[in-house]
């Protein structure tokens, strides 16, 4: 099944930590926090403006990216999960 966010909203899979602390503890599901970061799976094709011009994002398929700790709205598709939101509720993106 394939999905395509409309406007301004990016669909994400979140990357998931390290199971073990570096101390070398490991760390149960139960304990664990959801990551904030994610891989950037579909862009939609930007927002509007009062004229009509279509802006397109700052972000793209393929970049990882940090975002707040509420954002997003979880879905499931096919049996894996991801994060819809806005591209305003992400922080930056990671560079190498």
């Known amino acids: 099944m394939q999905f395509r966010p409309l406007h301004d909203r990016v669909v994400v899979r979140r990357i998931e930590q390290?199971?073990?602390?570096?101390?070398?503890?490991?760390?149960?599901?139960?304990?664990?926090?959801?990551?904030?970061?994610?891989?950037?799976?579909?862009?939609?094709?930007?927002?509007?403006?009062?004229?009509?011009?279509?802006?397109?994002?700052?972000?793209?398929?393929?970049?990882?990216?940090l975002f707040g700790k509420w954002s997003g709205t979880e879905i499931k598709l096919d049996g894996s999960e991801f994060l819809v939101m806005k591209e305003s509720d992400i922080v930056g993106v990671i560079t190498k």
Do not use: C, M, N, S
Not at 21 to 47: F, N, R, S, Y
């Open 18 to 65: 390290e199971e073990k602390t570096k101390g070398g503890i490991i760390i149960p599901d139960t304990a664990k926090e959801k990551p904030q970061e994610g891989e950037i799976l579909a862009v939609g094709p930007g927002v509007r403006d009062d004229q009509g011009r279509v802006h397109a994002l700052d972000v793209k398929v393929g970049d990882r990216v």
